[in-house]
């Protein structure tokens, strides 16, 4: 028998599209069964329940081939789009070389590769650990740093989010998130930009480093200008290090390739990256970091499995992410998520004066936060003010549903309890795609300020779930 009939003979009893085909249909009845009951529960509520057939670039479509733009990438992932031919191209070629990977007994090229392209855009970083996660990329600066600097403390900033494991948990700086996962690292919050709060904490004498988000995600709150900057002079003057999580920021979504280079004078000692850099189809995150941090973690032959990864520098992983890369460059991507996200971001702040319900329009890049808050007017107020009563967050939901449901838009609140809608489309997005944007959100405003029935309709089908679940 050769190779190949031993192939088909082995594989003859598996056909992916037979089993889609076959029991596809019962995708949420499968999710609420065997997974997270709570999703689909949650997703039949708000009417996201949706069946999507496929996918490509910044859209999806349904059975019936009605399209749907995605202004939220997968929560990032999605930063050259869904499905881009060159990345499937790439997996396609190391899926055709069988190459000898993941012997842990030797040196494969891609990694080295791919390291060499992520370091040329930071010069000031020299070596790489790769993962599979940002989480685990956090999990990675936060060990480094500790080990590096003999000093057990992180500093970490209100409102943060840097992952769900136990160690990056330790830096999250949402309860919601925390609470019942006690006891966690002995780590401390202090707000971002507060630069006196930074530094009480230092003169303990005790902190190995702050990790910080340029622009956090959990609202879009960008760090202040000169802050990155003051706060390493800081950190290194109390021979503590400065963590970048670029894991949702970097490559490209803020117009720099890192969101950090926004600032000039800012040398992180430790970035994390991942999500875009996967390509959306293999999980992959890394952590960038100083020659001396390396080889004080990697400091003898003893120490070399110290730190690792059983899947990190997996082939596939780096062909997608070497992939990303080329695609970024060749589509001058950074370029576009800065012009097209001033676009789309200058277009909406125009309507702040409009709508009383909006208040602010802030972020960079495309990496957009909407927020809305307390109306002026009488009748506007006491509907505000029943929703709040109920929970807070309830106003961005339900702009979040009609977007959705009426004019075939993804997007997502940016937090638990905020009044904040998170824009992180694919970074191939265009003016077509910020003027389909900004029709369907001026129309659900519309409806929002003239007491549109459905809107205000579901609205109170919110309230009436949140007070049942409290």
Not at 43 to 70: C, M, N, P, S
Not at 148 to 153: D, E, L, M, V, Y
Not at 404 to 417: A, E, F
Request: aromatic share 8%.
């Amino acid at each position: 028998m050769t190779v190949d009939d031993t192939t088909a003979d082995e594989t003859k009893g598996f056909d992916l599209a037979r089993l889609l085909a076959e029991r596809g249909g019962e995708r949420y009845e499968l999710h609420a069964r065997h997974l997270n009951h709570q999703l689909p529960r949650m997703l039949h509520t708000i009417g996201f329940d949706k069946v999507y057939e496929r996918a490509e670039g910044a859209y999806f479509w349904d059975a019936d081939g009605q399209d749907y733009l995605d202004m939220l990438a997968g929560f990032g992932v999605m930063g050259v789009g869904r499905h881009h031919p060159v990345v499937r191209k790439a997996l396609h070629d190391v899926l055709d070389a069988s190459l000898a990977d993941l012997t842990r007994f030797d040196c494969q090229p891609l990694p080295g590769l791919l390291a060499e392209r992520l370091l040329a855009h930071t010069p000031h970083l020299d070596r790489v650990f790769f993962g599979n996660s940002g989480t685990e990329a956090v999990e990675t600066a936060l060990k480094f740093a500790r080990y590096a600097t003999g000093k057990p403390r992180v500093l970490y900033c209100v409102h943060a989010f840097h992952g769900l494991t136990t160690g990056s948990l330790s830096v999250n700086g949402e309860d919601g998130f925390r609470d019942g996962f006690a006891p966690l690292l002995p780590d401390t919050a202090v707000p971002l930009g507060d630069l006196e709060a930074l530094e009480r904490e230092l003169r303990r004498g005790d902190v190995a480093a702050l990790i910080v988000e340029p622009v956090q995600g959990k609202g879009v709150h960008e760090a202040p200008p000169g802050y990155l900057r003051a706060a390493q002079e800081l950190l290194h003057r109390h021979k503590a290090l400065l963590i970048a999580d670029e894991v949702q920021t970097g490559l490209g979504r803020t117009g720099e390739f890192f969101a950090y280079q926004h600032e000039s004078g800012v040398e992180p000692d430790l970035v994390c990256v991942a999500k875009t850099l996967s390509g959306g189809y293999v999980p992959v995150g890394a952590t960038l970091g100083k020659d001396w941090i390396f080889k004080k973690v990697y400091s003898s032959m003893d120490r070399v499995l110290v730190h690792s990864a059983s899947f990190g520098s997996n082939a596939q992983a780096m062909a997608a992410g070497l992939a990303v890369l080329a695609v970024m460059e060749d589509e001058r991507l950074v370029e576009n998520a800065r012009v097209t996200g001033d676009l789309l971001r200058s277009r909406l702040a125009a309507l702040v004066d409009k709508y009383e319900l909006l208040h602010d329009v802030r972020g960079r890049g495309l990496m957009i936060g909407i927020e809305f808050g307390k109306p002026r007017s009488l009748g506007l107020r006491g509907r505000w003010t029943m929703l709040q009563a109920a929970r807070k967050g309830l106003f961005a939901q339900m702009v979040v549903v009609p977007l959705l449901q009426k004019h075939r838009i993804l997007t997502q609140v940016s937090g638990d309890h905020l009044e904040v809608i998170k824009l992180i489309p694919p970074l191939v997005v265009g003016e077509r795609e910020v003027d389909r944007f900004v029709d369907a959100f001026t129309a659900v405003m519309d409806d929002a300020h003239g007491g549109g029935s459905l809107m205000w309709d579901f609205g109170r089908t919110l309230v009436k779930q949140a007070v049942a679940n409290r």
